[in-house]
């Protein structure tokens, strides 16, 4: 089928060049970032990279591999309490608990995984909401190591800048990695999961295996993300374990579109954007972000970015 | 030489028996055609070979190997390729992404996460291959739910044989396909290889008689009569089932 090129809409190339240029000029703002803004902007734009982490990796295993997880917050406290805790009671460099963080989650996510995989549909989602909360709940009363609900401080890099940065490469090497793999032949099976596992299988995968290493790499990279969290905010609590913040991951996605990596992390800058400035108006930033979730849910299936392209290939009616 | 052996097999749902103890014997290279009225148990029994469905019992022997109760990625492995009676495909990716999986399988390493699929030259000329053989060369860019249904009847036969049988299964390749079509396709089956044996579920009688080298007649899960297409056409009770009972 040749590309829609209606009157109103641009042919497929231009659409590729135009939101190339548009995902370099970000990219270079983003780099130069710093050097622009101040600390508490500078933070906030860090925070919004950070949830891209988060909103992709969750990405993969939703909008790639089609498994719903409602416990991804699991994976984000993890990699948050991995630095935290080594940070506080051994004196670690966040960066190297930040690496130890990786590999806790890679062994986290082999065991939930290896359970939850077994399940499907919705047995699945409330599996992987059972293991999160879980996790939530020793972080809540294991008070020794993890500071119960006080928390737990930790030392901060040498300066914000670097901290910036650190989650900005991070945020670039997510990105481009994931690209890569998804383009990939290890991609293209998880892709060809979430369309026909029935096929897949009668094809010759073992759909459970290539199911569980989709996990613990979507495992993986949330933990950096919540490494990275605690890097930026300096403190952590249960709150990073807690089932809100999975199905904030949830409503990233939905928000920006699931099934690419730029929707994500439109989604991502969407609700981070809107819980900020929302949030200084008034309390309510919640229903706000609510109601524009339930717009996206109704009137723009595709999400924001899938939208956008649609208008693009379409042109501006309907 | 057979191929594959079923053993008694049976398969019930609940107090409904899908395979009533069958057993039947298909010879390596044999074009075999399973008939039979709606609700036979004919899919049940393909589904059980390559693994969709657990036999309740009895014994499936594949190149004298059990596989009864084996998962479906590893009966395909084994050599045991099918189509589906009611298409079953990535509707949304194109047809050359649909082939090209089922080739990644069997020749390629499924865990590359690094080189992009579309630089794997020799996992898209293997795919590019079979489409033109079953003539959907010109077709691969398009979105497979795009396609009319004849053209997915043949991307289903397209995954089936990238993925390299020795054992090819067809559920009712001719079902819903015009008469032009259904012509292509009895002349695409008639023209595979001999080293590929064939079991194949078939309504349409031309087609049947057309192909078989034996036919199975399946009625209410037993296997009523098994032979060569001029013993079929005489046996009496399968002239009962499909001309007797008929209301
Ligand atoms: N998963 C299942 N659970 C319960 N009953 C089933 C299941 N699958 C099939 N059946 C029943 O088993 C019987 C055989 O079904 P099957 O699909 O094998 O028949 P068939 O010969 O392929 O029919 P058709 O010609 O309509 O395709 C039917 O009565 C059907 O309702
Ligand atoms: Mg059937």
């Known amino acids: ?318 | 030489m057979s191929i594959l052996r079923l053993v008694d097999l049976t398969k019930t749902f609940g107090s409904l028996l899908a395979t009533d103890c069958v057993n039947l014997s298909i010879d390596a290279g044999e074009r075999h055609v399973i008939i039979g009225p709606n609700g036979a148990g004919k899919t049940s029994l393909l589904n059980q070979i390559s693994g969709q469905l657990r036999p309740t019992s009895g014994r499936i022997l594949f190149k004298d190997v059990e596989i009864a109760g084996l998962a479906p990625e590893r009966i395909c492995k084994l050599g045991v390729g099918r189509t589906f009676q009611r298409n079953n495909l990535f509707n949304r990716l194109s047809v050359l992404d649909n082939v090209r999986l089922a080739v990644l399988a069997r020749r390629g390493n499924p865990m590359n996460a690094f080189v992009p699929m579309a630089r794997l030259a020799a996992l898209e000329s293997r795919s590019v291959e079979i489409l033109e053989l079953v003539g959907l060369g010109d077709r691969r860019a398009a979105l497979v739910r795009t396609l009319s249904y004849g053209e997915q009847r043949q991307v289903e036969i397209a995954i089936a044989l990238a993925t390299e049988p020795d054992l090819l299964l067809l559920d009712e390749p001719t079902a819903g396909m015009s008469p032009a079509e259904t012509g292509q396709m009895v002349s695409f089956v008639a023209a595979l290889p001999r080293t590929l044996t064939i079991l194949m579920i078939e309504h349409d009688m031309q087609v049947v008689f057309s192909l078989a080298d034996r036919i199975s007649v399946l009625h209410y899960g037993r296997l009523l009569a098994t032979g060569a297409p001029a013993e079929i056409s005489r046996n009496e009770s399968v002239q009962e089932i499909y001309l007797g009972t008929a209301h």
Not at chain 1, 119 to 140: C, E, K, R
Not at chain 1, 153 to 179: K, M, N
Not at chain 1, 263 to 281: D, E, M, R
């Open chain 1, 1 to 318: 089928m040749p590309e829609r090129t209606d009157a109103a809409g641009l042919p497929a190339t231009r659409i590729v060049t135009i939101l190339r240029y548009a995902g370099v000029t970000l990219l270079a703002a983003l780099a130069l970032v710093p050097l622009g803004l101040g600390d508490y902007a500078r933070s906030i734009v860090a925070e919004v990279l950070l949830f891209c982490i988060f909103a992709m990796s969750l990405d993969l295993l939703l909008g790639f591999t089609g498994l719903i997880s409602f416990g991804h917050a699991a994976f984000f406290g993890i990699g948050a309490y991995t630095v935290a805790v080594l940070g506080a009671q051994f004196g670690l460099h966040p960066l190297l608990g930040a690496l130890v963080a990786l590999v806790v989650a890679a062994f986290a996510a082999a065991v939930i995984g290896f359970f939850c995989i077994r399940a499907s549909g919705v047995y699945f989602i409330m599996l992987t909401l059972a293991f999160a909360q879980l996790l939530h709940s020793v972080a809540f009363k294991w008070r020794a190591v993890t500071g119960g609900s006080d928390g737990l401080i930790l030392r901060s890099l040498e300066s914000g800048v670097t901290t910036y940065y650190v989650i900005f490469v991070a945020f670039l090497g997510v990105y481009f990695g994931l690209r890569r793999l998804i383009a990939a032949p290890l991609g293209q099976v998880f892709i060809g999961i979430r369309e026909n596992e029935t096929r897949m299988r009668a094809a010759g995968y073992a759909t459970a295996r290539y199911k569980l290493l989709s996990f613990v790499i979507a495992g993986c990279l949330g933990a950096l993300s919540g490494a990275l969290f605690a890097l930026l905010n300096g403190f952590v609590s249960p709150a990073v374990l807690f089932w809100t913040l999975s199905g904030e991951g949830l409503i990233m996605l939905i928000l920006g579109g699931m099934g690419t990596l730029v929707g994500p992390i439109v989604g991502a800058a969407v609700f981070i954007g809107l819980k900020h400035t929302v949030s200084t108006y008034s309390d309510h930033w919640e229903f706000v972000v609510g109601a524009i979730f339930i717009a996206c849910v109704l009137f723009f299936k595709q999400g924001i970015y899938g939208w956008c392209r649609e208008i693009l290939v379409r042109g501006p009616r309907s």
